[in-house]
């Protein structure tokens, strides 16, 4: 039985198949939960509320891999079936190291489900205040100008729970991951009229170039936490 194949199995328990047709688990599927089950065990050993989703079919806008939150629990969606875009963020990445990359990825959701089951979602770390007025003639705007920082600002902090997580279990592919990482952030366009995009995390995949800044709890959501806030303090 494959390496991937059993640690599907491994998480079995935490399935929550989108229906009957998902828990027949496709190859690609298997692979993908077989390079996030290091992550799911961790998840599921610190007590997160987690279950994971398998999509019988991927939606238009669907991305292979995220997180929702539903009746106080988090979910991570795999929505690979009939999503073209699914490998595409492995593009340029040889095959055989791919699998690391999706560890990472699962690790960014988790530190979405951490923040969540913290009741920190959105939330500014202690000591940190919204300064300044931000003004425009049309409230819409300024409703969407908030919801792009804050989403800004839990990606960078997701971002930072997977480079954290890379240098704590793969500390010698951590410079290929984060090169990965800051290819795919920098390839990602602004929103319309140049502002930065709820996805534009440079500032702090800069900041974790070197993976001994982390902190040294061996607990990656604590030790993301001082560049996260480092970061911060020149987000705008």
Not at 6 to 32: D, F, K, N
């Amino acid at each position: 039985m494959s390496k991937c194949l059993l640690a599907a199995l491994g998480v079995a328990s935490l399935i929550a198949a989108a229906s009957a047709g998902a828990a027949e688990l496709t190859p690609m599927e298997q692979r993908w939960l077989g390079a996030a089950y290091p992550v799911l065990e961790y998840a599921r050993a610190i007590d997160l509320p987690i279950d994971v989703v398998v999509q019988p079919k991927a939606g238009p806008n669907d991305v292979a891999m995220a997180m929702g939150f539903a009746d106080g629990r988090c979910k991570l969606v795999l929505s690979l079936r009939g999503n073209p875009d699914a490998g595409r963020v492995f593009d340029g990445m040889p095959e055989a190291g791919q699998d690391e990359l999706i560890e990472a990825m699962a690790a960014h959701e988790i530190g979405h489900c951490w923040r969540y089951a913290q009741g920190s979602w959105h939330a500014l770390p202690a000591g940190f205040v919204e300064v300044g007025e931000e003004t425009a003639a049309d409230p819409a705007l300024l409703a969407v100008s908030k919801e792009l920082r804050e989403m800004r600002r839990e990606e960078g902090y997701a971002d930072l729970v997977a480079l954290a997580w890379t240098q704590r279990t793969h500390p010698h592919d951590y410079a290929r991951i984060h090169a990965w990482l800051d290819k795919v952030r920098s390839d990602q366009p602004a929103t319309r009229g140049g502002h930065r995009g709820g996805h534009d995390t440079r500032a702090w995949v800069r900041l974790a170039r070197d993976g001994g800044r982390f902190g040294a709890a061996g607990k990656p959501f604590e030790d993301a936490l001082p560049l996260w806030r480092e970061g911060l303090l020149g987000d705008e």
